[in-house]
């Protein structure tokens, strides 16, 4: 038997474009549900992957994200399975406007919520959800042994996991994540060891035909 660790792919996927008229901070709000172009990201996103031995894909219990996985199911006629670790992040402005100038952030009552940015204050503390993530995709890894794995959650989750894993601060500049809508953030791993990542925005056209793409809220 070879003593070569096992080698596995687990793509982590952000979802597509929300409808989102409002354009509300919807975090973990039932019921905000694809746009039709971010159900064409999904499907772009799949189809960037077609081949692949993908043989595990599990998402994020919003809709947002089980839509995001329904064309990866059934391109690799695998059951989408959910993992509540790959949720969106808690925060504290979760249904409320929060762009510049018209948002919430301009309320005084607001500002002392503001005021830790390196846990951060006002919503899930970066290092849990970079260690449910982590966790997320260490489960992943073990249901794909050996194979590749497609796990759908959100942009701040995965930007957070991103920089875990690559040993940097936590809190960041929201305006400076990698993350684009469907983009594919892949790990790859020797055994239970993560040795190297790609990036890829497989639905970057898209994406360009977005109004919302750069000010997406809850994402």
């Known amino acids: 038997m070879s003593d070569e660790p096992t080698r596995t792919t687990v793509h ?12 509300i901070l919807y975090g973990r709000l039932p019921d905000f549900h694809l746009s039709q172009l971010g159900r064409q990201m999904a499907v772009a996103a799949s189809e960037h992957l077609a081949g692949r ?7 994020s219990p919003l809709e947002r994200a089980q839509e995001t996985a329904e064309p990866f199911a059934e391109q690799f006629k695998l059951e989408t399975a959910t993992d509540v670790r790959l949720i969106e992040s808690a925060n504290f402005f979760e249904g409320k406007r929060v762009a510049v100038g018209d948002g919430a952030f301009g309320n005084p ?10 846990t951060p204050s006002w919503g899930e503390a970066y290092l849990v959800i970079a260690q449910r993530m982590f966790a997320a995709i260490q489960a992943a890894r073990v249901a794909a042994e050996g194979h590749e794995a497609v796990c759908v959650s959100h942009q701040l989750p995965i930007w957070t996991l991103r920089r875990y894993i690559e040993k940097k601060r936590l809190w ?8 684009g809508l469907a983009s594919l953030t892949s790990f790859h791993f020797e055994g239970s060891k993560v040795v190297g990542f790609d990036y890829a925005e497989p639905a970057a056209a898209l994406v360009a035909m977005s109004p919302t793409a750069r000010t997406a809220k809850g994402a």
């Open 53 to 59: 031995d993908i043989t595990h894909v599990v998402a």
């Open 109 to 118: 009552r607001n500002w002392w919520v503001l005021r830790d940015p390196i």
């Open 12 to 23: 982590v996927l952000r979802h597509g474009e929300v409808h989102n008229p409002a354009k």
């Open 172 to 179: 960041h500049d929201p305006r400076k994540r990698q993350c």
